[in-house]
C-alpha cells in the first residue's frame, strides 16, 4: 500500500516536510493510542492541507483499524 509520505509528499508535493507518527497514553482506566500527521507547506494554505491530510485518513481508516 501507498504511505503518508508517498501520497503527500511525492505525489501531491504538497509540503516540504510530510510525516506521520503515533504514541500511546495509559493509565489504570484505559490505553490511547495516538496518529499525528505533520505536513509543512508553504505551497499551500492550512485549510487545503487538512482537506488532503482527511481525504487520506478517509481512504486507509480501514486498513489502520485492522492494524490497531
Known amino acids: 500500500g501507498i504511505s503518508f509520505y508517498d501520497e503527500l509528499r511525492i505525489e ?3 509540503g516540504y516536510i510530510v510525516k506521520i507518527t503515533s504514541s500511546t497514553y495509559e493509565n489504570n ?3 490511547n493510542i495516538y496518529i499525528k500527521f505533520f505536513v509543512q507547506s508553504s505551497k499551500y494554505n492550512d485549510k487545503y ?3 488532503e491530510i482527511n481525504t487520506f485518513i ?3 481508516i480501514n486498513k489502520i483499524n485492522i492494524k490497531l
Open 29 to 31: 482506566d484505559f490505553h
Open 49 to 51: 492541507v487538512l482537506e
Open 12 to 14: 501531491k508535493q504538497l
Open 58 to 60: 478517509k481512504k486507509y
